[in-house]
């Protein structure tokens, strides 16, 4: 007789059991651990004191009529430059300014050795007077000539030298002259004068060097440059001079006679007043531009020939506009924006474009209206709908010219 036993499973399917309940066991106690941590954290929550509003400053956008100016790089050059040269050679006997002077035209800055020259102008006047002598020689022949030539006792050929040499008398004359007046001019180049008003730079030679006269390769002495008025030059793009030509239309004028401005390199506002004298009849292929010149009056000389400067022009006529302080400007990538708040004192972001800077302030062209609040300052603190704590102030308008 066989005994059955209360456990007859095979040994594989009881390992499988066992493995099976060990994995129910397991997942079990992860979800009752999980639900644990979910209870506890919405507890904390629950708990959790909320971040009280932000404190800001906001201002509504100042409303002011502004003109636009678009601002230039220019250098500044001296209306007439001149090298100072020798016109004839010899030794430079004498320097007759102080470097860096103020001179005028025919002042005296170079005297060469004149005593060749003085050679030259006495040989050449006793050559004139040769020639004179000769032609009252010849004028006697003639007439003597004319007496023979009536009684036939010479020949008509004879007769005609005669005339012919008075008329080589009379040429030899003027060739004499011209070597007179040649002389008195190579005397007088020997005192080197100012050709200009101006200032002059120093000696490049000094007394006692030997100075070359040639046309080709005649020794620059000195450098002289007026001061006073001036030009600055700069390179305006195509639509630029397109807009100010239009502009100029509409007032009844060219373009020549418009307003510039000028600022030196430690200057914050545009002090210099000028005028557009010259554009250049075409545009440079290379740049895209064109050559703009404008003459600024230099009575106190703080312009010098060769200086940067910065210069302005009108962009258009004046208009009303919205400004605000850059600070007040959030980037978003290529995007700019403002924090605007609304009547529940909680704050929008509004996309704006903005324009050029007058004085402190910025243009806004799109995306705001004037009575609006703005978050001037602690923007950094902000969130969208997010609530705040407003402190209401104003900021000064600019106080650059318009």
Not at 2 to 12: A, E, N, Q, Y
Not at 212 to 226: C, F, Q
Not at 328 to 334: F, H, P, V
Request: charged share 25%; hydrophobic share 40%.
């Amino acid at each position: 007789m066989h005994k059955t036993s209360s456990f007859s499973m095979p040994i594989d399917r009881r390992i499988f059991v066992f493995r099976s309940l060990h994995t129910l066991l397991i997942t079990a106690l992860f979800l009752s651990l999980t639900a644990c941590q979910k209870s506890e954290k919405s507890a904390a929550e629950a708990g959790k004191t909320p971040s009280p509003p932000a404190k800001v400053k906001i201002a509504q956008p100042l409303t002011q009529q502004v003109t636009e100016w678009d601002e230039y790089t220019g250098r500044i050059e001296a209306v007439n430059a001149v090298d100072v040269r020798a016109r004839v050679g010899g030794y430079l006997e004498k320097v007759n300014f102080t470097a860096g002077a103020n001179v005028k035209k025919g002042d005296l800055l170079f005297v060469i050795d004149n005593r060749p020259f003085k050679a030259a102008l006495s040989f050449a006047v006793a050559e004139l007077e040769k020639a004179k002598t000769q032609q009252e020689l010849a004028k006697n022949d003639l007439a003597r000539a004319d007496n023979l030539f009536k009684a036939k006792a010479i020949s008509a050929e004879e007769y005609d030298a005669r005339k012919k040499g008075v008329k080589e008398a009379a040429a030899a004359i003027e060739s004499a002259a011209a070597r007179v007046t040649t002389a008195e001019l190579n005397l007088e180049f020997t005192q080197v004068r100012a050709p200009i008003n101006g200032r002059i730079s120093r000696e490049l030679l000094t007394a006692g060097n030997v100075v070359s006269g040639n046309e080709m390769d005649a020794t620059v002495l000195a450098k002289i440059v007026s001061t006073n008025p001036v030009y600055v030059y700069m390179d305006v793009d195509e639509r630029a001079i397109l807009n100010y030509r239009r502009e100029a239309k509409k007032q009844g004028r060219d373009l020549n006679g418009t307003t510039l401005e000028l600022a030196l390199a430690d200057e914050q506002d545009f002090p210099h007043s000028g005028k557009i004298d010259y554009v250049a009849p075409q545009e440079n292929p290379t740049t895209g531009t064109v050559s703009v010149r404008g003459v600024f009056d230099n009575a106190d000389e703080l312009l010098s020939p060769g200086f940067f400067a910065r210069l302005r022009i009108r962009g258009g006529a004046a208009y009303s506009a919205l400004l605000l302080p850059d600070r007040a400007i959030g980037t978003d990538q290529a995007d700019r924006f403002v924090w605007v708040m609304n009547k529940e004192q909680k704050v929008t972001q509004h996309k704006i474009t903005q324009g050029k800077k007058v004085g402190e302030l910025r243009i806004i062209q799109q995306g705001l209206q004037a009575g609006e609040w703005v978050v001037i300052e602690g923007l950094q603190k902000l969130k969208p709908d997010s609530k705040v704590v407003p402190e209401k102030i104003t900021f000064p308008a600019p106080t650059t010219e318009q």
